[in-house]
């Protein structure tokens, strides 16, 4: 049962345009949730995070959005560059509860030139 | 240079023989985790241990054992019961009780011939 989702295996955008990854969640008890960004053949790098007591938290060109009636999260990076492509998991918490971090499956980002 | 070091990059071993994994933090950090990573899936939990000299089971520990007798090392070995230990193996750590803060290492390549 896969308590995090990004139904997005793959993304395509051109340099300079948003790009909007997607995730979802099922278990309402999560309540901090990262993202991470992956270059083949490295461990993941941490990239963003956000509270449940917050819906937005921005760094740079990246930004997360948090819709917790929709059990719902997106980033946005802007603009995107070529060095953003990568995969993207997004990760989430029950800060309260577990000690294990849940991961999507990963969406691959590619930004064309 | 604080860090986490995986070694070797890349290992090949052959069905039914053993083979452990090395990883070693220099961050003082007293939580590590191992993960396993399979095309097109998130990072799943294989052990994670808190403290030296404890560890529990994650999500798919069958088929691997660990250790932790120093802060500084959580070697996993792959036992030949694990029927598909081909894969991307990560290992990260935290401090204590921040375990939605974890540093990944740069991982280990595992093929079983």
């Known amino acids: 049962d896969q308590q995090v989702k990004q139904n997005s295996p793959s993304l395509s955008v051109q340099e300079g345009r948003i790009s909007i990854l997607n995730c979802d969640y099922t278990n309402s008890m999560f309540d901090y949730f990262l993202w991470y960004k992956k270059y083949p053949a490295e461990g993941p790098t941490f990239l963003i995070s956000?509270?449940?007591?917050?819906d937005k938290n921005e760094d740079g060109r990246f930004t997360v959005f948090l819709n917790k009636s929709a059990k719902h999260l997106s980033l946005h990076i802007v603009p995107s560059q070529p060095g953003d492509s990568a995969v993207y998991f997004c990760a989430a918490i029950s800060r309260a509860g577990s000690e294990k971090l849940v991961f999507g499956k990963g969406t691959k980002l590619t930004v064309n030139p | 240079d604080g860090g986490i070091t995986q070694s070797p990059k890349y290992l090949f071993r052959k069905e039914g023989q053993n083979v452990t994994l090395s990883c070693e933090q220099n961050?003082?950090?007293?939580?590590m985790y191992w993960y396993r990573q399979d095309p097109g899936q998130g990072l799943r939990l294989i052990y994670y241990s808190q403290i030296v000299n404890d560890f529990q089971k994650g999500d798919i520990a069958e088929g691997y054992s660990v250790s932790r007798e120093k802060k500084e090392s959580f070697p996993l070995t792959v036992t030949s019961a694990q029927k598909n230990p081909t894969a991307f193996y990560l290992c990260a750590s935290s401090i204590a009780g921040e375990t939605d803060t974890q540093y990944f290492g740069p991982g280990t390549r595992l093929t079983v011939l």
């Open positions: 956000i509270s449940s007591i917050k």
């Open positions: 961050l003082n950090h007293d939580a």
